[in-house]
């Protein structure tokens, strides 16, 4: 048995978005039908991007499992023989047997495309949001400045959307315009259920006058759906690509109006645990930060996250965030986790101390966070 992933491209315009569904035909169901057909046993497919109705891909990632003895490389060439010529595989090769698209850190890129002009151009109707209003790209740019980072994006995703955590961090968001297309592509660590779309909603509004583009923090800071723009249309919508990490970077940093803090990844590879220094934490943030990151220090690896609350002292033995519990260092595992560092890892976590500002007499104490144990 061998896991293969398959990058994937096609025009959704046909197709009922990419997850199975009961009342039309979805990227998914083709994929299933034609690898079965051609492999000989089941297969079922698992995308990285669970793309809507109507949104296209230029890099869409899929794993299956199989059997079958044919190379890895040549099944994008075979497979391609029976796909319909709007769905395409870009290239097929084998993975470790544990790789999953959605669960390895990674960059994905869309880009939301509009035709702003004053008649509509027919063979861009398909791949394109056609918008007659002039739309003042530098206020665009503007407003695209304050998304960028990491933020909760809890305003832009759809509100029926079932989700603990709407924490995103878009790395890079830019606006260009040549003729009459302006190109919105945003990358980022990962995207809410419409994320994009009312971002782009949202830009194109600003553009048109109806919010100004310093609006986007209160617009941020509401966690309200209603605060936002419109959604855009799925068609001027496509995935450009996922590119995935392999090698964890040493540190981690973020700021925002929220939280500041710092992440030591360099230790989690080879010893398990991981370092996570608090500057900052308006306290009403305090929990969907833990969980968050406490979380994904787990998922890359970590055994354990030595954390310090450099502001307060809200830090406390036997409390739970998520299924990781708070727990005191003895003095001889303190030792430990500080031995372990290096002298310019020593000397930036200094840094980081006297940088942070503390509200509290009381000198700030590192805590160690460990997966509670079922005890079932």
């Keep these: 048995m061998k896991r293969v992933m398959l990058t994937v491209a096609y025009d959704g315009t046909n197709y009922h978005g990419w997850q199975l569904q009961p009342n039309g035909i979805t990227i998914e169901e083709v994929l299933n039908r034609e690898l079965t057909g051609l492999l000989q046993e089941p297969i079922q497919v698992t995308g990285a991007s669970r793309t809507d109705s109507g949104v296209h891909a230029m890099g869409n990632v899929a794993v299956f499992d199989t059997s079958h003895r044919m190379p890895a490389e040549k099944i994008c060439f075979a497979l391609n023989q029976r796909l319909p010529e709007d769905i395409r595989i870009q290239n097929s090769?084998?993975?470790p047997e544990g790789w999953h698209p959605r669960k390895c850190n990674g960059v994905k890129t869309y880009e939301y495309r509009i035709f702003n002009r004053r008649v509509e151009m027919p063979v861009l109707r398909l791949y394109a949001y056609f918008c007659h209003v002039p739309l003042n790209l530098e206020k665009m740019q503007q407003a695209a400045r304050y998304l960028v980072g990491e933020h909760d994006f809890k305003s832009f995703c759809t509100a029926r959307t079932h989700v603990e955590d709407t924490v995103r961090t878009i790395y890079s968001l830019e606006i260009t315009r040549k003729h009459d297309i302006i190109s919105i592509r945003v990358s980022g660590s990962g995207f809410l259920y419409h994320m994009v779309r009312i971002i782009a909603g949202t830009l194109m509004e600003i553009g048109m006058g109806q919010y100004r583009p310093e609006q986007i923090v209160d617009i941020l800071k509401a966690r309200n759906r209603q605060q936002a723009g419109k959604t855009a249309p799925a068609k001027g919508l496509t995935l450009i690509d996922l590119k995935y990490e392999t090698v964890l970077a040493p540190w981690?940093?973020?700021e925002n109006d929220e939280w500041n803090y710092n992440v030591l990844q360099s230790h989690?590879?080879?010893?398990?645990?991981?370092?996570?220094?608090?500057?900052?934490c308006q306290d009403e943030a305090w929990r969907r930060l833990l969980c968050k990151k406490i979380h994904h220090a787990f998922l890359n690896g970590a055994r354990a996250v030595y954390l310090i609350d450099l502001e307060y002292d809200r830090l406390k033995k036997g409390d739970c965030y998520g299924r990781y519990q708070i727990d005191e260092l003895m003095p001889e595992e303190m030792a430990d986790a500080m031995t372990r560092l290096?002298?310019?890892?020593?000397?930036?976590?200094m840094e980081i101390y006297c940088m942070a500002e503390r509200k509290s007499a009381v000198p700030a104490t590192w805590y160690c966070a460990r997966e509670v144990q079922n005890s079932l």
Excluded: D, G, H, S
């Design 93 to 95: 090769k084998e993975v």
């Design 252 to 254: 981690v940093y973020n």
């Design 268 to 280: 989690i590879k080879e010893e398990q645990v991981a370092y996570f220094l608090i500057e900052r």
């Design 342 to 349: 290096t002298e310019e890892e020593n000397l930036a976590m």
